[in-house]
Every structure is written in C-alpha cells, then in structure tokens.
C-alpha cells in the first residue's frame, strides 16, 4: 500500500499546496473562482479537444467500459434520490445528495491520476467519464432541482433552459469539436497542436490546486447540526465505498470486462465527490454546507482509500 501510495502523493499534494495558498493568504478570496475558470473555460477543454481530435475512434468507443461507468453512477444517485425522498427530504435537497453521492471528481483529479497511474492510453476514457458526469448526470440533476422549484413552469421551458446550459458547455462544447476534427480525417497544424499541449498540460495541475483552494474557502463554515452529520457520514460512505463496489459488481461477475477496463472503471467511480454539485448547491441555496463538507471528507479519506484500492488491484 505504501508504494501506492507514493503514487497518488503527488496528486495530494498539489491540492494541499492549493489549501495552504488560500489559508495563509498567498492568494486572495477571488482565486478559487478564477484559477476555477482557467481551468473550465480554457486548460481543459484544450485538453478535451486535443484528446479526441487525435484519438483513435476505437480509444472513444468504449461500450462496456461506458455501461459500467454510468451503470454504477446511475444506481447510487437513483437509490440516494429515493431515500432521501422516503425520509421527507425535497426533491432539489434530494437531487443535489444524490450527487453528493454519485458524482466524481473525474475532471480535476480523474485526468491527473489515471496520467500517473496508467497512462495516456486511458485518457480517452477518463474523457468520456468526464462528460457522462459534468454533463450527464449533471443534467439530471438540474431538469430535477427545476422541476422542485418550478413547478408551475411548462416542463419545455426547463428542458430546453437545461439544454442550452449544455450547449454552452465548454466541457462538452470542445470533445465534440474534437471529434468533429478527429471525424474529418485531418491532422492538427503543428503550431495548434503545440498550443493545446501548452495551455492543456496546465489543466491537470491548476485543477488540482484549484480544488484545494476550494476546500480551503469552505473548511470553516459554521459546524453542521447532528442530523446533518449523519446525512454525511452516509453520503461519504456512499461515495468512497458504495459506488466503486457497485461498479466492480457490474463490472466483473455480471459484464466479465477485461481486467484493465474494470479496473479502470473502478478507479473513476471511486473518485471524492467532484465540485459540481457544490457549485449547484451554491447557485440554488440548497444544502452547500452539507455539499462542502461532503466534498471536503471525501478528498481527504480517498487519499486512504484510492491508495488502498490501487494496492489491492495492483
């Protein structure tokens, strides 16, 4: 376990060095939300676009390694959803546990530590995790929270307000770019090329730090009450235990993938809890305090936990 573990310290480490920037005062209350949106908004869709502009098509299509994904995904959010709805909890609080449960953090640390501990050859994957979780489930999400605190708006407008939230996408907007250059046939100028390297290759690291920033900025928020302590530990047990079980489940004795595909698939869904359904939470008023505490337990215990799976996998 130790040499696993020596494996994702770095990855650790870079978003400690966020946390202590922000605590100490070395970067200022604007720095998450901008180091945030150099990330979002250029480092990594360069990287989306660069990836699938030249992946092989056969890289991209992953059928097995998608349904296991998304299957595990789905499961956790939908049977978090239907708790929580059985215990009173409304339907936009209910929604956003069920990300809190279900939703890792693929885009800020799926890139960087499947680059570590497996390579570039599972980029293309990671990618297509990364957009079935900022996109899909994620869309899910926001039809839900609309239709709790909509009611009486046509359920037309929310679909097509959520859809033009996802054209604008720039996570989504650049793989399909990239796939539309990939399906033209064309090579990427070297000059373009050298340039998505440039600006893609600081996305893994300033996302990194960007989340510790994050973590920093909500550590000390106001002490959740003891019911809303329960709420937690559950939704952290959900995440870190839970989710890539049910994974390996679907992955191993019913879809028998390949050893290196379920693998894969496991790392991903064991993931800490991503910063979206913090950033909803934020935007809707709706439990962000739950949301950033979540967050917080669930990427401090993964350094334990991804380290113990990666030893146990191999």
């Not at 770095?10 to 922000?22: C, E, K, Q, S, W």
């Not at 037309?156 to 996408?169: E, F, G, P, S, W």
Request: aromatic letters at 8%.
């Amino acid at each position: 376990m130790f040499s696993s573990l020596l494996v994702v310290l770095p990855i650790f480490a870079l978003i400690l060095t966020g946390f202590v920037a922000r605590r100490s005062g070395a970067l200022g209350p604007t720095a998450t939300r901008e180091v945030n949106r150099f990330v979002v908004y250029l480092a990594l869709p360069a990287l989306l676009f660069g990836i699938m502009a030249k992946a092989d098509p056969a890289e991209i299509w992953q059928p097995d390694f998608m349904i296991a994904f998304t299957a595990g995904c789905a499961l956790v959010f939908g049977a978090t959803l239907w708790v929580r709805m059985r215990q009173g909890c409304h339907l936009a609080d209910a929604a956003i546990d069920g990300l809190n449960a279900s939703y890792p953090n693929t885009g800020f640390m799926g890139f960087p530590l499947v680059l570590a501990v497996i390579g570039a050859s599972a980029m293309g994957a990671t990618m297509i995790a990364t957009i079935l979780t900022a996109c899909v489930l994620f869309a899910v999400a926001i039809v839900l929270i609309e239709c709790a605190l909509q009611s009486g708006a046509r359920r037309r407008d929310i679909l097509a307000k959520t859809a033009l939230a996802l054209v604008k996408n720039p996570l989504l907007v650049a793989p399909a770019l990239g796939a539309a250059m990939m399906a033209s046939g064309l090579s990427l100028p070297e000059t373009l090329d050298s340039y998505l390297a440039l600006l893609g290759g600081a996305a893994s690291p300033c996302a990194l730090v960007a989340l510790g920033l994050f973590l920093a900025d909500n550590a000390a928020r106001t002490k959740t009450p003891t019911s809303n302590s329960r709420v937690q530990a559950a939704l952290v047990a959900l995440k870190l235990v839970v989710q890539p079980a049910v994974t390996w489940v679907i992955a191993v004795p019913i879809l028998a993938l390949p050893s290196g595909v379920a693998y894969l698939a496991v790392l991903l869904a064991a993931l800490p809890t991503g910063t979206g359904p913090f950033m909803l939470a934020e935007f809707y008023q709706r439990e962000a305090l739950v949301t950033s505490r979540v967050v917080l337990m669930t990427t401090v215990l993964s350094v334990a936990s991804i380290s113990l799976y990666l030893s146990i996998a191999g």
